[in-house]
Each structure stands twice: as C-alpha cells, then as structure tokens.
C-alpha cells in the first residue's frame, strides 16, 4: 500500500533539549547528482519497483537478478575446492545490498545532513523513554517538531523513490525504527492510550498527534524499504498493536469507517507495505498478551481480524483490505477468498476503472499496485482458474500488447508467469498468436530489465523450458537450451550437487555449498562467477545436475523463480534432495506435492549444523553409489568416508553402543525424552529402537504407519516427541548411522 502524506504540524519546540546534527555521523559519500523529478501528488502512491526478490512477493530496488539464484561454483570430485583467498568475489545477497545502499549514498550527497539527523535522532527518543507502569508523558510538543522537521519534512522534500528508500534503509542500519517502535510504545503507555482508533484521533492532544506522526513515518518509510519492513516486524512489536487497534475498530467502529479514517487506513497501509516486503507470514499471527507463555498463546492472525472489513459498503476500505489479505493469504485461508468469487470480479473492476482514469489509479492505488495484488493472488492454484474464468486475459493482454507503461508491462507479466503454471492457461497463451509473438519478442526487451525478465520467465514455463521448437512462426528462437540427456550418458565429471534455494537462506546454504566441497562434491550455487542469461544458467543447471537440493521455506514456496526452477527439474527428472530451511513450516500447494513424503534434511536452528551436514552427506554418498562408480572416484569416495569417520569419531569415547541397551539404559532414555508415560515404548530395546531409527531415516512413511499401528501413537504431540527424540540420536549415538550405510 501506498504511503502517506505528511502531516502539518506547526508545533513550537520547547525548552527540552533536542538532538544535535553531527555531520560527521551516517555513511554518506560526497559526490553530485541532479534530480528534476516532481513532488508526488498522490495519497497512496506505487512503490517498490525492480529487484532483486527476498521472495517474489516484494522487491528491492537493486541490479534484478531475475530467474533463479544459481551459480556454478563447482569443483570436480577428488580437487581440492578453492581456498577463501583464492576464490573469486561471491555475488550473495548481502553484497548485492550493501553496493546498491552505497550507490545510493553516492547518487544522493545532498541528503548527507538529513541522514546524520536521522541517526541522532533516534538515541534522543530512546532517552525520553521512562521504565515503570504509569511513566509520565514526555513533551510532546518537542517531540512533534522533531519528527516534523527531521523526519517527515524531509520526506517531502525527498520525494524520488530511491530517495525515500535511502532513507528507510539508513534508518534500519542504525537503529531508528527500533527507537521510534520502543518509543511508540512507551508514548501509548504514558499518555495512556489502549487502542488508537476513530474516536482518539478525533482528540487534539499533542501527545495524539505524535502517535499520528509515527504512524506516518512508519506507514511512508515502510513503502520503499524492505530493510525498514524487516525492523517493524523483527524488532518493534507493531504488528501486535495494530491487530490491537484493528480489533477494537472492528468490535466498536465498523460501520464508521471510510477513506479518511487515519487509524484504520494507516494500521492496513502499514501491513500491507510489510506483507509486499516478503516477510514469513508468521509475523502476521500475533500474541496479543505479552504475559502469555509460548506454551499457552492464543496468537490472533491478521487474515482474521481483516476479514470482517471486505463486507464494508465502502469501496476504498474493501480494497485496500483485499489488497493486504492478496499477500498474507495462505493456502488454508485462501478457501475463503475463492468461495466468494465476487472478490475477484471487485479488483478487476478497480482495476478497469484505474485504467481508464488519467492517472491511472483508482481510490489511490495504481494499476501497477493492483496488479500486483492479482499476481499475489494468482499463486494459489485454485485461484488461477478462477482468475481466467473472470475474464482477466484480455486485461492483462491489452496491457502487454498496447501499453505505453514499462512498469504496468512487467506486473502483468508477473500475472501471466504465474497463471502459466496451471497447464491449460498454457495453451491458451500459446493458441493467440498475435500475444505469443509479443510475449516471445519481450524477452529480448533491452530497455526495461524488468519486462524482460518476466518474459523471460513467463515463457519458460509456458514452453516447459522448450523456448525453440515452441518459438513462434517468424519470431527469432530467444534461446537454445541443451537438450537434457539422460542420465546414463552423463559423464560423471561433468555432473554436479545443485542447490536450488531461496535468497533469505543463503547465508547458510553457502555453509552447506563450502562442506560439501570439502568432501570433494562438485557444486553448483549462483554466488559466483554469475555471467551471461540467468535463465539460461539456471536451465543448464538443472539439466546437468544429478542431484537437486530443493531447500524449501514459505519464501521458496511465494516465489515463482524457484517453482520455475524446482518443477523444471522435477519435470527433467532429476533427483531431489528436500532440504528444510524454516521451523516447524509444512509445505503446501504445489511445493507439497513436489516434495511429498520423501526424506528431508532439516536445516533450521533446531539442531546443529554439523549433524544436519553429517547426514546430508551420507546420504548424498548413497545416492551417488549408483552413478559414481567408486573404482572411477576413488579420491571423492575417501574424502568422503574421511569426513563421515571424522564426525563420527566426536565423542565416542564415553557412548554405549545402542544395540546393547539394557531396559534401564532404555528407561532412562525415555524418561530424559518425556516418553516414559507411552504405554507401546515398554516393548522397545535397543535393538529394537535401532530398527525404528533406520526405519525413520529410509522409510518414513512405513515408519509412521508402524508407530500408529504397533506402538499406538496417534496423537500428533506423542508422534512429535518420538520423532524428536529420533533425531536426537544422530548426535547422541553417531555410530548408528554407520547402518544406514
């Protein structure tokens, strides 16, 4: 949603001591640059245009890394892999941002002084702030001025898009969303204000117009910068105290609210700036009583609380609500949108509407903003038929083939990308002509990257990766993939491990890439050395990989590059590895089907890394029994079982061998895993538990239908707790997992 305008407030400053500019402070470089854009005139405006995608979702304004994240980082079985001083400069996620944050701060030195207020100005609000139940309220006066003339003029006076995300971010990187965020919550306490709703923010009080002024700054800042989205969500509790105010709205001023209640538009702009981020759609369940315990929480979800407001007569409301719901919605909760299909007619009207107005926007939003929503909304599967059976092609076709805005152009692309991936809206793409031809020639779209890319991508799924021989007549082939040979003609040299994963877990995944190397696996990861067409690479990728990491999360779920990247390899088949990447996430949809009911490696915080690697490698050394004959490998075969006899030597010297457990050694293995009261665990011993950790490990399904039917575990904690347990065992009796072998 879009942002805000800036408020008056012509609030004197009083005698309280403000914050002092110092000019040496922030990260700024002094260079020059002009802007002759004007001031934006529109309440809610578009926002957050090229990428690079934490999921696709949301985007960051930084060099587009388009279709999937992989690189060639591989070395062949039996090297050495490259030393951190010799390997080349790595293309990760948190150098991309880092260069394009210091190129903004080299396009923008005017912005140098506004920068170093900023970064003083939150250290001033935290010192205002007063521990206790009943704290007095600060002077809210000065307060008002400060955020007026340091924050909030300045974002007037910025009003460039990167600009305002120059600012968002610099005020993440050093603090100042969770200053203002504690401080928001001390002012609600000190003045004190439960619930901000219609009825407070018909009071004048200043310390009123504060809470309204940080509303702004969050609601604006949150429109440009995911960085500053990421600190609403990981560091200031806003998300609670907005269901708060939501859910007194609802309860007492339903009927009451339009398009210029503040309270209720500014808590939905703010969700729905946080949700277009790409944030896990975790943050949006919430707590509401801070003196709940983990073990008796009721969270509350926003797609709960907003439901109730798309009943509303006014239109404004209802879509900014659709809107927000379009991208916090899951598969469970999507049966409610899809049962009333009228909401799926109501945006393309809004849309329709917005298309014929002259600036393109209806009741503030752009038509790029409600595409946006509709792509959100196109990733449910259920949702794509529903969306053709309302008509939405040829909307979406009169956009690509006659707009004049680059901008619309690639939002629908992003809607056809995700439409392609129910089978018969293939070949209705395909079937017109005229569209195929205009969509294939986009690809090559030299003068917005973003159009490309989502041709790009859009095309490759519509072709199933075939962009030659489904080229249409007269239009020059994009690309010519290799052809996937199968896998019994592969040399074995030039095969490798692929790591298909989403951006937010590289930082770990660059962890498993580099130990893997070490036991002598090539590897194939986009980190380094990424040149020529992403689609390309990611394509050849895949066709050369003998096994496919899917390291799965919501976010490698929500994102149309990596379905594109994990059904192509499903599609080729390739083996896959699932690998877990977010606690306790189950994946549905079509990331459910793809993974189903086979093995998976959890790499969450729940356990240690060097067992999780363990395991992944010996399995990996199963896999590759087959096609990586040992006589030919003898060096990748004795790296590895090096490092599986390394790991398992670790704290050996004081284990008792499993196998000959006593029932006292099982009992108190029981008890120290709070499974002693399970009436079927009294038939266990060593031997047998042993038998059910390799049943666990090779066999899950089989596994869990022997817990249910032979040891009477129904419930889903007790099933949990044994589990649990299980797992435990790779670390606490390492040399059983020489029988997997």
Not at 147 to 154: G, I, N, R
Not at 524 to 529: A, F, G, K, L
Not at 600 to 613: A, D, L, R, V
């Amino acid at each position: 949603m879009g942002s805000s305008n800036s408020i008056d407030n012509t609030n004197q400053v009083s005698k309280q001591t403000a914050p002092v500019t110092d000019n040496t402070a922030g990260n700024v470089q002094n260079t020059t640059s002009t802007d002759n854009s004007q001031p934006h005139k529109s309440k809610l405006k578009s926002s957050l245009k090229k990428t690079i995608q934490n999921s696709d979702t949301q985007t960051v304004t930084q060099p587009s890394t388009g279709m999937s994240r992989k690189l060639n980082v591989s070395i062949r079985p039996g090297t050495e892999s490259p030393t951190p001083s010799k390997r080349p400069p790595m293309r990760t996620i948190s150098k991309i941002i880092r260069d394009a944050d210091d190129q903004l701060y080299n396009r923008f030195p005017e912005m140098k002084d506004t920068l170093n207020g900023i970064t003083t100005l939150g250290p001033w609000l935290s010192s205002l702030i007063e521990d206790g139940e009943e704290p007095e309220e600060p002077d809210c006066k000065d307060v008002g001025q400060q955020l007026k003339t340091k924050v909030l003029d300045k974002f007037d006076m910025f009003n460039e898009s990167d600009q305002r995300k120059l600012m968002g971010n610099h005020m993440a990187k050093h603090g100042f969303v969770k200053d203002l965020g504690d401080f928001y919550k001390f002012l609600l306490k000190a003045l004190p204000l439960p619930e901000y709703t219609l009825a407070e923010a018909d009071d004048k009080d200043d310390g009123i117009a504060v809470v309204e002024q940080m509303r702004h700054i969050f609601w604006n800042l949150s429109d440009n910068s995911v960085e500053f989205c990421n600190e609403i969500v990981e560091n200031t509790g806003m998300i609670r105290l907005l269901v708060i105010d939501l859910l007194a709205m609802k309860e007492r001023e339903l009927n009451l609210i339009k398009e210029d209640s503040f309270p209720f538009v500014s808590a939905v702009g703010i969700l729905h700036n946080v949700a277009r981020s790409g944030v896990t759609k975790s943050f949006f369940s919430v707590v509401l009583d801070e003196k709940e315990t983990n073990e008796n929480a009721h969270p509350t979800n926003v797609w709960d609380v907003l439901m109730p407001f798309l009943k509303t007569k006014n239109m404004h409301i209802k879509l900014i609500t659709l809107l927000c719901l379009a991208h916090i919605v899951n598969e469970q909760q999507n049966k409610d949108l899809s049962g009333n299909a009228s909401l799926f007619d109501f945006l393309l009207e809004m849309m329709k509407a917005a298309i014929k107005n002259k600036d393109r926007r209806q009741y503030g939003f752009s038509v790029e903003e409600l595409l946006d929503g509709l792509a959100n909304l196109a990733k449910n599967d259920s949702n794509k038929a529903i969306i053709m059976d309302k008509k939405a092609f040829p909307i979406l076709r009169d956009i690509i083939m006659k707009g004049k805005s680059e901008g619309e152009k690639a939002e629908a692309l992003k809607v056809i990308w995700e439409l392609a991936f129910m089978g018969k809206n293939k070949q209705i793409f395909m079937g017109d002509k005229d569209f195929w031809k205009k969509l294939y020639s986009l690809q090559s779209e030299e003068d917005h990257e973003g159009v490309a890319r989502a041709a790009q991508g859009a095309c490759f799924v519509i072709t199933d990766g075939d962009l030659q021989s489904k080229a249409p007549s007269g239009v020059k082939s994009f690309r010519k993939p290799a052809p996937a040979v199968p896998k019994e003609e592969k040399k074995e040299e030039d095969q490798h491990i692929m790591i298909s994963y989403n951006w937010a877990d590289q930082k770990k995944l660059l962890k498993v890439r580099d130990s893997l190397q070490e036991v002598g696996y090539k590897v194939w990861m986009d980190v380094d050395n990424m040149e020529g067409d992403i689609l390309d690479a990611m394509a050849r990728a895949v066709e050369n990989a003998q096994i496919v990491l899917i390291c799965y999360s919501e976010k490698y779920k929500e994102s149309k590059n990596c379905r594109t990247e994990a059904q192509y390899a499903y599609q080729v088949n390739k083996e896959i590895v699932p690998i877990l990447m977010q606690t306790k996430y189950k994946p549905e949809g079509w990331l459910g089907i793809l993974v189903g009911s086979k093995l998976f490696f959890e790499f969450t915080n729940k356990y240690p890394f060097e067992s999780k690697i363990r395991d992944l490698i010996r399995e990996l050394e199963n896999r590759f029994r087959v096609s990586f004959r040992r006589d030919s490998t003898p060096k990748l075969h004795s790296l590895v079982s090096a490092k599986l006899q390394q790991v398992k030597q670790t704290n050996l010297a004081d284990k008792k061998s499993m196998l000959t457990w006593t029932k006292d050694d099982l009992s108190e293995w029981l008890t120290r895993n709070k499974l002693e009261a399970l009436a079927g665990m009294q038939l266990l011993n060593g031997e047998l538990l042993t038998f059910l950790y390799k049943l666990f490990r090779r066999a899950p399904e089989f596994f869990y239908r022997c817990l249910e039917k032979r040891l009477g575990l129904k419930s889903l904690e007790d099933l949990m707790r044994f589990t649990d347990a299980l797992e435990k065992l790779s670390d606490e009796q390492p040399e059983i997992n020489q029988l997997l072998l």
